[in-house]
């Protein structure tokens, strides 16, 4: 009977003490004294205030579990616009159907705005492309799908050595903003092209399309399916093939709603191992 009052009691003072620390960082944060602590770790510096982990964090304040032992709860997840009708459409079908109880709230943005949303606790995971720079510890990857990039040209056009097309032929730029232009940055500044630029923007739906219209040439990645209908275009490989996109989830190691997030993965996984994660619409002509 003591041990059952003294768990009670620790459980009173771990509700307590999260109210009260809670409220100090957000005071904090809000004064903006504590801005540049806004990375993945925030979470973890909570519990690290506040000394609890675990069980007690998890039923507490995640409730992750219905009373029947089914998981529950809302689960936040960040996509890019080339994922949603493709990749994430192919992994959300089993995953709502294996976990019902999950209520999962889409948020789109791009690679560059699911980041910070991440970091900040705004959203508890996000299928975006890998970054050019360190992941923090306190934030886990793990790739989906691998897309080569393709010079993209109008299938009209009949060059086919991808590294004159860049250099001679109108250029329309993924946005530098988006983790993958700045990939496609990086690798004209290390193969010496300096592109004639004629647009830079982001979407690569639309810049498909410009393509297509005739309006320039692009280096983009060849992502999962589907692009948009009636697109004639020429995909020509690079020289050099190491030049990718992967783009896979990624979650914060400390977030309330981690075991939300792993089942995700765990049907993300299952989704993608069995061809479901790219689903198939009608195909678009192109030529390599």
């Given at each position: 009977m003591r041990s059952a009052e003294a768990a009670l009691a620790g459980d009173e003072h771990v509700t307590v003490a999260h109210r009260a620390h809670q409220d100090w960082l957000q005071h904090a944060l809000r004064a903006d004294r504590f801005g540049k602590f806004l990375e993945c770790g925030v979470v973890e510096l909570q519990a690290r205030l506040l000394g609890i982990r675990g069980h007690a964090v998890e039923r507490d304040f995640a409730h992750e579990i219905a009373s029947s032992g089914e998981v529950s709860g809302e689960l936040r997840v960040g996509v890019m616009q080339t994922s949603l009708s493709g990749l994430f459409a192919g992994i959300l079908i089993p995953f709502t159907r294996t976990y019902p109880r999950i209520d999962v709230r889409i948020v789109r943005d791009t690679s560059a705005?699911?980041?910070?949303?991440?970091?900040?606790?705004?959203?508890?995971?996000?299928?975006t492309s890998q970054p050019p720079f360190a992941i923090p510890k306190t934030c886990e990857w793990h790739v989906l799908r691998e897309e080569p990039f393709v010079v993209l040209t109008p299938a009209s056009l009949k060059a086919r050595n991808a590294h004159e097309v860049l250099a001679q032929e109108p250029f329309i730029r993924l946005d530098r903003k988006v983790f993958a232009g700045r990939l496609i940055d990086d690798y004209l500044r290390k193969v010496g092209i300096r592109p004639k630029d004629r647009?830079?923007?982001?979407?690569?739906?639309?810049?498909a399309v410009m393509v297509d219209r005739g309006l320039g040439v692009s280096l983009l990645p060849d992502w999962a399916p589907p692009w948009p209908e009636g697109l004639s275009l020429r995909k020509l490989a690079l020289p050099e093939r190491s030049l990718v996109r992967r783009t896979g989830l990624l979650w914060n190691r400390a977030s309330l709603r981690a075991r939300l997030v792993r089942a995700f993965l765990e049907q993300a996984q299952f989704a993608i191992g069995r061809g479901r994660g790219t689903p198939g619409g009608r195909k678009r002509k192109t030529r390599t």
């Open positions: 705005g699911l980041y910070p949303k991440l970091l900040s606790g705004e959203i508890d995971a996000a299928i647009y830079e923007l982001d979407g690569l739906e639309l810049i």
